[in-house]
């Protein structure tokens, strides 16, 4: 088993910033993609970003592509999604995921999932 803990969500301004975390443990080395969904109340999981750990190829939602960054660190089995320029439409419950599998997909249909974090841009 892979659990993952997300960390970092809060409330923020539109135009500002905000960094999260995923940290994974136990069985981590079985996990060869991780990525972020969001959902939005009254709306379905959607995909966010998405890494291979091995290469460190990324991958965006047209919604986020040259605002959100996903980045990775292997010694510290985390991977990171900074946000910024964000905008009220960003706001929801952002989740970490995970797949045994290099193949990146953009469906909800990873093997492991945090329990999300809330991120809301407001003024």
């Known amino acids: 088993q892979v659990q993952l803990v997300e960390s970092g969500g809060g409330l923020v301004q539109p135009g500002g910033s905000l960094r999260l975390s995923c940290a994974a443990s136990?069985?981590?080395?079985?996990?060869?993609?991780m990525a972020w969904f969001r959902q939005a109340p009254g709306k379905e999981r959607e995909f966010v970003a998405a890494i291979r750990w091995s290469g460190g190829r990324t991958y965006y939602a047209d919604s986020v592509k040259g605002r959100f960054t996903i980045s990775g660190d292997n010694a510290k089995n985390t991977v990171y999604l900074q946000m910024d320029s964000l905008k009220p439409e960003d706001t929801a419950v952002y989740y970490c995921?995970?797949?045994?599998?290099?193949?990146?997909?953009?469906?909800?249909?990873?093997?492991?999932w945090g329990q999300g974090t809330q991120v809301t841009v407001s003024s």
């Open positions: 136990g069985r981590s080395f079985s996990v060869y993609t």
């Open positions: 995921a995970a797949r045994r599998s290099t193949v990146v997909i953009t469906t909800p249909s990873y093997d492991y």
